[in-house]
C-alpha cells in the first residue's frame, strides 16, 4: 500500500531493537493499533492530570538504555518494544524438543497455545492500570505517585511487547487478539479482563502495595517461565519485561515496609496496637490484606494438576522457574509428583505424573520467594521492638481454584466446618469497617518531601534524587 | 474368489509399499483384451494368473488386483479417445470356466489399510467411469456373463447398462462379501444392487448373504440381471443386445480417433513435472505444490479441425491427462503428504479463450465433449481424495472459468490481495474469473456444482453470482463475494500460509480425511455420494475391524479351512 498516509517517525516515536524502521507488517499494525491505545490509555489510563512526571524510559537494551530518567508529560510517553539481546546458539532447554534450537517463527502446530499463553499474559498488563486509575488523586507523595506512574507505564509497555508478539507472528488473527485487549476492560460487566484477579479494584495504596508485592509477583513467575519459551521472540520479551517487573515489585516490598514500619512507630508511640484513632493500620488490618491478596494471587497459578501445563512443558511453550538450573532430564515423562489434595477431609497430597504438577511446582517457588517479605517485615517490627509478626496463610487459606476450592480452611491450615469460618472470617479477610478505615487514610499529600500520616518516608529517593525532588509536576 | 492354499502368515507384516505405475497400452495388457467390430468393442477380462502387480498372490479365477484395473481404466480411455465409432461396448470373460471372482482374497489380506482404500477408490471411480460413458460419451455397455460373476465381478457387471447371464445351471451372480469375507461388497455392490437395480431390500439382504447367489432365471426375477440366456444362444443374443445398445448413440460415423501417447513425464525424488503440471513435494512440510500451467493465449485452436489433430496435444486434454496421472500418483505413491497446494500459472486470456472454444463445441463435437468429461471426472478425482487441498491464487495465476473449478474443489481457497511488492518482475494483482463452466459443466458426486455445494442452501448468491460471469475479481471482491476464504496482502500472505500449514501438518491425518469428506459433499445423496461415503466409510471401518483383518477374522481366515472367530458384540 503506498497510501499517502503520514509517515510515522517510528524509530522517534517507539525506541526499540526490533528494526521497526524496515518491517513493513509492524508498521501497518502498530499505525492502527497505536491510536486506538493512546485512546485507551486517556479513558482507562491514570485518572490525574499532571504536566509531567520523573519517568525511566527504555530506549534500549543495554545497561545505559534501559533506565533513562526525565520529567516526561505522560501521554508523551514513548512506549517502546524491547527484546533481550539475541542468542543465536539458543536451544530449546525441555520438553519434547529439548536440544532442537529455538523457534524464531511460531510454528504452525502451537500456533494456537502460543497465542493464548501470549493473550493471557497481554491481558494482565493494562487491567493493572486499569484497577489502579484512580489511586494517583490519593497518592500518600510524590514520590509513590511517580512510583505509581511508573508501574503504570509500565504495564502499558508490557502490553505492547504482547502485542508486538501478536502483531509481528500471529498475521491477522494476532491483529484481532490485539485490539481486543483493549476491547476488554478490568471490572467489566460485558468484556471483563480474563483472569479474576485483574478484575477486583484497587482501592487504596495497602492494596497497591499488597497488589505489587503479590499480584505482580505472579507475574513475575508466569513471565519466567514464558522466559523459558522454545519460542524465542517471546523469551527474550519477558527476559527484557521481568527487569522492569522487579522494580513493581520493590514498589510494593519497600511500601509494605514503610507501612509496617510507620504502625511500629504509633504502637510505640501510643503503647498500643490500636493505632486507627492515630491515623494508622493496625497491624493486623495488614495481616488481612495479606492474606487476602496472597491468596488470591496463589489461585492465579490455577489447578494444581494441568493437563495444559502439561502440554506446554512438553511442547516447549512454557518451562519451568530457573528450568535450565534444574538437575533433571528436563522432559518429565518419568518422573512423579505430589500435588495437594483434601481427602476424607483431611488436607493430603496425591501422587500424579510430574508433567501434571507443573502448576503446583510453580506455585510453591512462588510461595517461598513470598515469605522473603515476611521476614523483611517481622525484621522491621523486631527493630522497633515490637513482639507481633506477620505470616502467610496456609496454602489452603480462602482459595477459590484449584484442590481448596470450596473448603473451609483456617490460616494456620486446619479444615474447619463452615461455621467457625463465618464466625471467624472477619479475623482473616479485611472488613467493610477495615476497608472504610483504610480508604479514608487516603488523602493526597502533594507538597514534595512530606508523607501521609499511615506511611513512612521512603528511605532514598529515585535515581539518587532526593526523597523531597519533585517528581510530579502539576498543570 | 481365489482359493488360498496356505494361511496368508505373513499379511500384517509392513511391506514395502510398490511404487504405482498406472501407464500402460493395450501392447503390454496382461489381463485385458478388446477387439473392435463395427460399432461395438469386445472386450475380454483375461487374467495372468501370475501378473500380480506385487508378490505373494496368483490371480487364479479371472480375479483382479490393482493392476488389473489399472489396464481396464486405461482401456475404458482409450475406447473413449481412439475409437470414435464404437457405440457399444461388450464385457465378458475370456476364460471358459467363469466370469470373474471379484477382488483377489489372498491380495486384499496381505494388502495394508491405505492400499485396500487406495484400491477400492481408484476400482470405484473407474466402474462409475464406466457408467459416464453409458451416460455421456455414447458409449454404451452390456456385460456378457459368460459365467460366475461373484463380488467384484458382478460389481463390474453392475456398472454397465445391460447385464446378460448365461443360462447354463451353474452359473450365478452373487454377492458373497459378507458370508465368506466378513467385508462388504465395496465397489458399489451394495448401492448399486438397491439404488440402480432397484431390487427390494429383503431381497437384497438375502442375495448379500447368500454365498453362491443365484443363477439365471431367479437372477431376471429378482431384477439382479436383465435376461438369462442359453448357450445355444448366447452369442446371437449378445450380439443383438449389443447393436441395440449401439443405436441413438451421439457418436459420430465419420471421426477419426485421437491417440493416447505415453505421457512425457520426469521423476526426481521431489518432482514429478510435466508439460503442463508441475508438482513439488516437500517431505519435511508433508506439502505438494502442484501447479497447472494454463494455455498460451494465441495458441487457441480455430477450428475442430485444428483440435483433432492437434489431438493428444490440445492443452486442456494434454493438462488432464497429467493432472489425472499426477493425483492417482500422489495418492497412490505419496501418502505422508498430506496437503496439496494447488496453482496455477498463466495468462486469463489464453484460459477463457479455451473456455469459449469449448463451450461452443462440447455439444456438438465428440472430442470436446470426451474432454469436458474427462475434466469432469478428473475434479471428481479431486473431490473423492483424501488429502487437504488448498488453492493459492496468485499474481500470474489463471484461474479462470474450468481451472477456478480446481479451485473450488479444494478445501480453502487463499487469494494474494495486490501483489508481491518485492518480485521481480512487473505483476497484475491475481484475479479470478466465473464463466458458464461453473454453472453446470463439472457436476461434482452430489449432481451439484462446486458453487451450489458452497453455497449450499443459498441459491441467491449462486444466482448472484451467475449475474457476474465473466467479470475479473481481485482478492478482496473474490472474498467479499465468498470465493475465497481469505485474501490476505503481501505483507500477511507468507506468515498465514506458513501457520495454516504447519497447523494442518499437526492434525490427525484420519479426522482430516473425515472431516474433509463431509465438508465436500453437502447436500443431497446420489448414487455416487452413498458409494464414495456410505458403503465406503463402512467397508474401511470393517476393514480395520478384528473380525475382518484380525489374525482370527474372516478375510484372514478365508481359505484356510479355519473359521473365523468373531468378536459377538454388535457395535
Ligand atoms: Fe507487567
Ligand atoms: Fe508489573
Same mark, same amino acid.
Given at each position: 500500500m503506498t497510501s499517502a498516509r503520514p509517515k510515522i517517525d517510528f524509530d522517534a516515536k517507539i525506541p526499540n531493537n526490533v528494526d521497526l524502521a524496515s518491517d513493513r507488517k509492524l508498521q501497518r499494525a502498530l499505525e492502527r493499533w497505536q491510536p486506538n491505545f493512546l485512546d485507551w490509555w486517556g479513558d482507562m489510563g491514570p485518572a490525574v492530570d499532571t504536566k509531567d512526571v520523573y519517568l525511566r524510559t527504555a530506549v534500549d537494551v543495554g545497561r545505559d538504555g534501559w533506565a533513562h530518567f526525565d520529567h516526561v508529560p505522560m501521554n508523551e510517553y514513548r512506549w517502546g518494544v524491547f527484546l533481550s539481546e539475541h542468542d543465536p546458539d539458543r536451544k530449546i532447554a525441555f520438553g519434547e524438543h529439548k536440544g532442537e534450537p529455538v523457534w524464531q517463527e511460531v510454528p504452525g502446530e502451537y500456533r494456537a497455545d502460543l497465542q493464548r499463553l501470549i493473550v493471557i499474559q497481554g491481558d494482565t498488563e493494562p487491567a493493572s492500570v486499569e484497577q489502579q486509575r484512580f489511586l494517583g488523586a490519593t497518592a500518600p507523595s510524590l514520590y509513590d505517585m511517580r512510583n505509581l506512574f511508573q508501574v503504570n507505564v509500565e504495564e502499558g509497555r508490557h502490553l505492547w511487547a504482547m502485542v508486538y508478539l501478536l502483531h509481528a507472528y500471529f498475521g491477522r488473527a494476532g491483529r484481532e487478539e490485539a485490539d481486543q485487549l483493549l476491547a476488554r476492560n478490568s471490572g467489566s460487566d460485558d468484556s471483563p479482563r480474563i483472569l479474576g484477579a485483574f478484575n477486583e479494584e484497587t482501592p487504596d495504596w495497602l492494596s497497591f502495595y499488597m497488589f505489587t508485592y503479590f499480584t505482580d509477583r505472579d507475574g513475575k513467575y508466569q513471565l519466567g517461565t514464558l522466559k523459558e519459551s522454545g519460542f524465542d521472540p517471546l523469551s527474550r520479551t519477558c527476559e527484557f519485561m521481568l527487569k522492569e517487573e522487579a522494580h513493581h515489585m520493590f514498589v510494593g516490598t519497600t511500601g509494605i515496609d514503610r507501612?509496617?514500619?510507620?504502625?511500629?512507630?504509633?504502637?510505640?508511640?501510643?503503647?498500643?496496637?490500636?493505632?486507627?484513632?492515630?491515623?494508622?493500620?493496625?497491624?493486623?488490618?495488614?495481616?488481612?490484606?495479606?492474606?487476602?491478596?496472597?491468596?488470591?494471587?496463589?489461585?492465579?497459578?490455577?489447578?494444581?494438576?494441568?493437563?495444559?501445563?502439561?502440554?506446554?512443558?512438553?511442547?516447549?511453550?512454557?518451562?519451568?522457574?530457573?528450568?535450565?538450573r534444574r538437575k533433571d532430564d528436563h522432559?518429565?515423562?518419568?518422573?512423579?509428583?505430589?500435588?495437594?489434595?483434601?481427602?476424607?477431609?483431611?488436607?493430603?497430597?496425591?501422587?500424579?505424573?510430574?508433567?501434571?504438577?507443573?502448576n503446583q511446582d510453580l506455585r510453591s517457588e512462588y510461595m517461598g520467594d513470598c515469605s522473603n517479605g515476611l521476614k523483611r517485615w517481622n525484621r522491621i517490627l523486631e527493630k522497633h521492638g515490637i513482639d507481633a509478626r506477620l505470616y502467610l496463610p496456609h496454602v489452603g487459606f480462602n482459595r477459590q481454584v484449584g484442590a481448596f476450592a470450596g473448603q473451609r480452611i483456617s490460616p494456620e491450615g486446619k479444615m474447619i466446618p463452615e461455621a467457625e469460618w463465618t464466625a471467624n472470617e472477619g479475623d482473616w479477610l479485611p472488613t467493610d469497617v477495615d476497608k472504610t478505615h483504610v480508604r479514608g487514610l487516603m488523602h493526597p499529600v502533594l507538597e514534595p518531601g512530606k508523607i501521609a500520616s499511615w506511611i513512612a518516608p521512603p528511605s532514598n529517593g529515585i535515581n539518587d534524587k532526593p526523597v523531597d525532588f519533585e517528581y510530579v509536576h502539576f498543570n | 474368489m481365489t482359493v488360498l492354499d496356505d494361511a496368508p502368515a505373513a499379511a500384517q507384516a509392513p511391506e514395502a509399499v510398490p511404487q504405482v505405475d498406472f501407464d500402460t497400452d493395450p501392447a503390454q495388457y496382461r489381463h485385458w483384451r478388446f477387439e473392435i467390430d463395427g460399432e461395438t468393442a469386445w472386450v475380454y477380462l483375461?487374467?495372468?494368473?501370475?501378473?500380480?502387480?506385487?508378490?505373494?498372490?496368483?490371480?487364479?479365477?479371472?480375479?483382479?488386483?490393482?493392476?488389473?484395473?489399472?489396464?481396464?481404466?486405461?482401456?475404458?480411455?482409450?475406447?473413449?479417445?481412439?475409437?470414435?465409432?464404437?457405440?457399444?461396448?461388450v464385457l465378458t470373460s475370456g476364460k471358459d470356466s467363469n466370469f470373474c471372482a471379484g477382488a483377489n482374497i489372498r491380495m486384499l489380506a496381505q494388502s495394508s489399510h491405505p492400499w485396500k482404500v487406495n484400491f477400492c477408490k481408484f476400482t470405484n471411480e473407474t466402474r462409475n467411469g464406466i457408467e459416464d460413458m453409458t451416460a455421456n460419451s455414447g458409449q454404451t455397455w452390456v456385460a456378457a456373463l459368460n459365467g460366475t460373476a461373484a463380488g467384484g465381478g458382478y460389481e463390474m457387471a453392475l456398472a454397465c447398462e445391460t447385464i446378460l447371464l448365461v443360462n447354463d445351471r451353474s452359473s450365478a451372480v452373487a454377492l458373497p462379501e459378507v458370508p465368506l469375507l466378513g467385508v462388504l461388497p465395496g465397489t458399489g455392490g451394495l448401492t448399486r444392487v438397491t439404488d440402480k437395480r432397484h431390487v427390494r431390500k429383503d431381497r437384497a439382504d438375502i442375495f448379500a448373504t447368500k454365498s453362491e447367489g443365484f443363477q439365471g432365471?431367479?437372477?431376471? +426375477?429378482?431384477? @439382479?440381471?436383465? #435376461?438369462? !440366456?442359453?448357450?445355444?444362444?448366447?452369442?446371437s443374443t449378445v450380439r443383438a443386445r449389443a447393436a441395440e445398445a449401439a443405436e441413438g448413440s451421439s457418436r459420430p460415423t465419420d471421426a477419426t480417433g485421437v491417440s493416447l501417447p505415453p505421457l512425457r513425464r520426469e521423476i526426481t525424488d521431489d518432482a514429478i513435472t510435466y508439460p503442463h503440471v508441475r508438482c513439488e513435494l516437500d517431505r519435511d512440510a508433508r506439502t505438494a505444490t502442484i501447479t497447472v500451467l494454463g494455455p498460451e493465449p494465441g495458441t487457441v485452436p480455430e477450428s475442430l479441425d485444428r483440435i483433432c489433430a492437434l489431438g493428444a496435444d490440445f492443452w486442456p486434454l494434454a493438462m488432464t491427462r497429467e493432472l489425472d496421472d499426477l493425483i492417482l500418483r500422489l495418492r497412490t505413491n505419496e501418502l505422508e503428504i498430506g496437503t496439496w497446494l494447488v496453482r496455477t500459472q498463466g495468462?486469463? +486470456?489464453?484460459? @477463457?479463450?479455451? #473456455?469459449? !472454444?469449448?463451450?461452443?463445441?462440447?455439444?456438438?463435437?465428440?472430442?470436446?465433449?470426451?474432454?469436458?468429461?474427462?475434466?469432469?471426472?478428473?475434479?471428481?478425482?479431486?473431490?473423492?481424495?483424501?488429502?487437504?487441498?488448498?488453492?493459492?491464487?496468485e499474481p500470474g495465476s489463471c484461474f479462470a472459468g474450468a481451472l477456478l473449478e480446481l479451485a473450488l474443489a479444494c478445501d480453502r481457497q487463499y487469494m494474494l490481495e495486490g501483489i508481491f511488492e518485492d518480485a521481480d518482475e512487473e505483476?497484475?494483482?491475481a484475479q479470478i474469473v466465473l464463466t458458464a463452466s461453473n454453472f453446470g459443466a463439472f457436476p461434482m458426486g452430489n449432481g451439484l456444482t462446486r458453487l451450489q455445494s458452497r453455497f449450499y442452501g443459498d441459491d441467491d448468491t449462486v444466482t448472484e453470482l451467475h449475474g457476474r460471469t465473466d467479470e475479473r475479481m481481485t482478492g478482496a471482491q473474490a472474498e467479499e463475494a465468498g470465493l475465497v476464504t481469505d485474501a490476505p496482502d503481501d505483507i500477511d500472505w507468507e506468515d498465514e500460509i506458513r501457520i495454516l500449514l504447519e497447523e494442518r501438518a499437526s492434525l490427525s491425518p484420519d479426522a482430516l480425511t473425515g472431516m474433509e469428506a463431509n465438508h465436500r459433499f453437502v447436500g443431497p445423496e446420489t448414487m455416487e455420494t452413498r458409494i464414495f461415503g456410505r458403503l465406503t466409510a463402512w467397508q474401511n471401518?470393517?476393514?480395520?475391524?478384528?473380525?475382518?483383518?484380525?489374525?482370527?477374522?474372516?478375510l484372514r481366515r478365508y481359505g484356510t479351512g479355519r473359521k473365523a472367530d468373531f468378536d459377538k458384540q454388535r457395535v
Open positions: 507501612v509496617v514500619a510507620r504502625t511500629a512507630e504509633l504502637m510505640n508511640e501510643h503503647d498500643s496496637e490500636e493505632v486507627a484513632g492515630a491515623g494508622g493500620i493496625p497491624l493486623d488490618m495488614i495481616q488481612k490484606y495479606i492474606n487476602f491478596h496472597y491468596t488470591v494471587s496463589l489461585d492465579l497459578f490455577g489447578n494444581e494438576s494441568s493437563t495444559n501445563a502439561a502440554n506446554y512443558f512438553t511442547a516447549g511453550l512454557k518451562g519451568r522457574w530457573q528450568e535450565e522432559v518429565l515423562t518419568d518422573d512423579a509428583g505430589a500435588v495437594d489434595a483434601v481427602r476424607d477431609g483431611k488436607i493430603t497430597s496425591t501422587e500424579v505424573p510430574a508433567l501434571l504438577a507443573l | 483375461d487374467v495372468a494368473e501370475d501378473g500380480g502387480l506385487v508378490p505373494g498372490y496368483e490371480l487364479k479365477l479371472n480375479s483382479y488386483d490393482l493392476g488389473v484395473d489399472i489396464e481396464l481404466y486405461d482401456l475404458t480411455q482409450r475406447l473413449r479417445f481412439e475409437h470414435p465409432e464404437v457405440r457399444s461396448v432365471p431367479k437372477a431376471v +426375477e429378482w431384477k @439382479l440381471v436383465d #435376461e438369462t !440366456v442359453s448357450r445355444k444362444q448366447w452369442d495468462s486469463i +486470456e489464453g484460459a @477463457l479463450a479455451f #473456455e469459449r !472454444v469449448i463451450a461452443e463445441h462440447s455439444g456438438s463435437d465428440w472430442l470436446v465433449n470426451e474432454i469436458r468429461h474427462y475434466f469432469k471426472r478428473t475434479l471428481k478425482r479431486l473431490d473423492v481424495t483424501s488429502r487437504t487441498l488448498i488453492a493459492l491464487i505483476q497484475e494483482p471401518w470393517i476393514f480395520i475391524r478384528p473380525n475382518a483383518s484380525g489374525s482370527e477374522g474372516a
